[in-house]
């Protein structure tokens, strides 16, 4: 799988979930509202993560980005969520440029 599609999982009542490594595209909204969510880790060749994504996850406390996407939209996690990354990194601009928590990894 390289795309996961906009509203895909929209509203879903998934709990956890486990991306495949091949996955490219996470598209607009796609967990839009998942809200038993409480973790993502994204794989490393995700390169594209459209708007609001995860945002409505209203359990979600982590999202974790070990690399830099070429595109990140806005909003794509809550503000009471963090992501977690590396400091310095593309991630860590975009927290804080928008004024998202950020966690950052080891």
Do not use: T
């Not at 390289?2 to 486990?18: M, N, Q, R, T, V």
């Not at 409480?38 to 209203?58: A, D, S, T």
């Amino acid at each position: 799988m390289k795309e996961i599609g906009s509203e895909a999982f929209y509203f879903c009542g998934i709990h956890s979930l486990e991306l495949p490594d091949s996955l490219e595209v996470l598209d607009q909204s796609a967990f839009f509202k998942c809200n038993n969510l409480e973790y993502v880790r994204l794989p490393q060749n995700v390169r594209y993560i459209g708007k609001w994504v995860f945002h409505g996850c209203n359990r979600l406390k982590v999202l974790e980005i070990r690399h830099d996407p070429e595109f990140v939209g806005d909003w794509i996690i809550n503000r009471s969520a963090a992501i977690r990354c590396y400091r310095g990194s593309k991630m860590d601009r975009y927290c804080q440029n928008n004024g998202f928590n950020v966690e950052y990894l080891d």
